[in-house]
């Protein structure tokens, strides 16, 4: 997950400059969910408990955590600034 995440967050910040940063958060936060049903076994969507599925659950998990995180961190940012300036 940590390696996905430092591979996706550059990704994420080329990304969050050619198109708008909500956008990117929001794609991160409709996959995070499908990412967690991936990480362990589910009757009601027939997915297995195979070690390669919680793998790819958890860097996927990764990824959405950098898609969060990179475009929020200047948004937070700005919103600070701005409050100091009032």
């Known amino acids: 997950m940590a390696l996905a995440f430092g591979i996706g967050s550059p990704v994420v910040g080329w990304l969050c400059s050619v198109c708008d940063p909500l956008k990117c958060i929001l794609i991160a936060l409709i996959i995070s969910p499908i990412a967690i ?29 950098a898609g969060v995180l990179v475009p929020a961190i200047p948004i937070m940012i700005g919103a600070g600034i701005d409050k100091v300036k009032a």
């Open 37 to 65: 049903f991936m990480l362990g076994p589910s009757v009601l969507l027939g997915i297995p408990d195979k070690i390669p599925i919680i793998i790819i659950g958890l860097a996927l998990q990764g990824f959405t955590g």
